[in-house]
Every structure is written in structure tokens, then in C-alpha cells.
């Protein structure tokens, strides 16, 4: 069942046409400004054996035929983290399937749940064309080199599982996409205990499949001349793929190195360049870790949906320093602060951007309607944009899935 439909400067034909007659009549001009509309379709059901869902972050997510796939994440059904509850890492694949009727489109949850070959998140999700490839991601302990896809089988009520050829090296918390037949992930960490970021650049030719086991293998290729990364925002569109942001921790317990650079890497010349990092109109670069991106559905242009500004993390990291204080009074004092910030954190951003790589110029295409999830892939179905679940504040999860559609909307200037 569709809920809560929320629209934004929305306009008919019509009343984009009233709109620039009346303009034009005074003085003015207008012109038609790619929004989205976005609206709830579901909310992610609990596990089977469990009476709650609050969401997850780092799932696997894509489409496969009529259904969209959901797999694996992490969360804190127990408590908050700084409450002492332990994060749980979850093996269920979820299914939403599609319905079309003489009435319209509904969307219902399968009653099967699959299960992933372990339970895993923060790993990287590309759409197949006949399925969703799941790449890396980790567990409490360790991370992963495992690669292998998710299809929904409508006949037999199950999700199968096939492998894939693993990574180089395990990989977590780095950030993928498709670009024609190749499929690229970038960044990340290789290890939990200690886990440094990387400069890591690997790629698999899917046009490879079919020609044998020793042809059909990642590749390591040449990285960004830039700094090490967890946590980018990566997009393919034409020959090229794009990097942007993330962070860089100091694995000796330094401040985090918070990032607006940006990097594209040509398929055709086989070589990086670096270009400006995501700004709006205000025009300084941003940091948008972990935000969901993807290219706009029939369009030429990469939609980054919110992230992460790192502004409270680096709040949160100083003040965590000031806990460990030899001073007793000190150290409570900045742990109570740390506390509050978490409990009062105000949301990762909402912006709504676009970045046309013709002109390599961004501009805002609206706000998020709600608190807008990271660690979540964007996820193209049809002419839709979904974003499923996703965490919404430190320690916080969401179960919402949120459907967007592009549409046009009326927008004047003298």
C-alpha cells in the first residue's frame, strides 16, 4: 500500500503554463526546474522470529525484475550505542515486490525472507541486468572479499545467491557503480580491528563473464592522486566515473580528515583528473559522506541525495578525546556533552543535488522531505528513485522506503 504522498512545488501542465504566461506579462522569466516528488511506499517488516524493525544501515539493496531487494545491514535493536546496546548485523534478505492493477501500483512484502551467505553491511551494491551484485561489506570482526549476487525467483518464493569472483582484498565501507560493463569500487578499509582507509581502486569487466574463470577476475587498477578514503560518494555516467568526499580517520586516534575533494576517472583515456568538490549555490565545496547517489532516471546528470557534513563528528571525536582526560570531572563533563549532541543530533543533510558533468556544475533540486538516511544505495527502478531504509542519525535507523520521481516544476527570475 502507497502512504503519506508528499509533493513539492509540484505543477500540472497547466499551471506551468498559467505560471509563465502571467511571468511573461510581468517582466519576468520562467522556466521548468527538475524536482522530485517523493512519497513512502513502505516500511521495512522485522525479521522473521523478531517483533521489531528500527531499520538498518550499510544493506545491500537493487532490482530484480518486478521486486526490490534488501539484504543483510546493521542496527541497534537493543539500545542506542550510547546506551551500551551491542550493534547486531543481520543476514535477512528482504523482498518488495511491484503490483500493477486495474487500480494502480501497490507495493506488498513477500512473506519468504532469504538470507545472505553471512551476515554483513557497508559493503557496496551495483544493479545487473538480470539481478543486484553484492560486493564486500563486514561484519563486527572482520571484512569481506566476497562478491556474489541476489535474484528474486517470482516462480519458486526465493532469493537465490550466486558467486561471483571475490575482491582482491577484503573491503568495507568503500563506494561503487557501474560504468558500462565494468564495476568499480572505491576506497574502504580492509581490516575492523584498526582499519585504515585506502586508496583502493578495483574493477570487474562483466562482458568477461562467459570467457572463463581466469579471465573473469577483478582487476587492480591505478588510483586517484588524492588522499586515502572510507565512505565516498561514487557515481558512474558515460565513459566516466566520479568520486567525491568521504573521510579519512587517523589511525592512531588523530581528528578525522573530513573531504570535499572530487576525482574523475576516464574509461576511455584510462586516467584520472581532479575537479571541483560538490558545492550548491553558495559555492564552497561540501563533504557529503555516505550519501546516496545515482544517475537520474532518463537523464544525464548525478542526483547526491543529503550526507554526512562531519561537523558534529568532529564535535563528537573532540569531545571524546576530553573524555579519556586523566582529569575525572573533565572526562565525565565531555562524556555527558557527547551524550546530549547524540541525542539531540539534528539529522544528516537534506539537499537534493545535481551535478551535470557536461558543464561539471552542481545545483539544488530541493530538500529531502525527511530526515534523510546515508550508508543506503539509491536504488533506479524504472523511471523511480528508491531509497530504502538507510540510518538517519548517529546510532539511528529508519525503516521507511521512500519512492522519488522526477517531475517539473516552475521557477522564476527577474
Known sequence: MMRNPISFNSFSVWQLAMAFFFALAAGRHTFAKDSIEWTEVSVLPPAKGEL????VAGAFAG???DALIIGGG????????????????????????RKTTDTGVTYDWAEEQGKLPTAAAYGVSVPLDDGV???????????????????????TRAVDVAKFPPLPRPL???AGARVGDWVFVVGGQETMDGGRPTKNFFGLNLAQQ???????QWVELPSWDGPSRILPVVAGQGDSLYVWSGRKPDSEGGPTEVLTDAYAFDMRAKSWSKMPGVSAAEGSPRCVMAAASCTAPGGDSVLVFGGADGVVMAMLEHNGRKARSANKSEAEAFAKFNIALLENHPGFGRD????DPATGTWTGIGSFPDACPVTTPAVIWGDSIFLPSGEVRPGVRSGRIWKGTMVKVAETVK
Not at 521489531?52 to 531499520?55: A, E, F, K, R, T
Not at 535493536?77 to 515486490?97: A, C, H, N, R, S
Not at 537534493?352 to 551535478?355: A, E, G, H, K, W
Request: proline residues 6%; hydrophobic residues 45%; contains cysteine.
Open 133 to 155: 551484485l553484492c560486493i564486500g561489506g563486514c561484519d563486527a570482526k572482520s571484512c569481506f572479499a566476497d562478491v556474489f549476487s541476489l535474484r528474486w525467483n517470482a516462480a
Open 172 to 174: 568495507a565501507f568503500m
Open 352 to 355: 537534493v543535488l545535481s551535478f
Open 210 to 216: 562467459s570467457a572463463g574463470e581466469d579471465a573473469f
Open 74 to 97: 546493521a542496527n541497534y535493536p537493543q539500545g542506542m550505542p550510547w546506551e551500551g546496546g551491542p550493534k547486531i548485523w543481520w543476514d535477512t534478505v528482504f523482498v518488495l515486490e
Open 52 to 55: 521489531i524493525q528500527p531499520g
Open 63 to 65: 532490482i530484480h525484475g
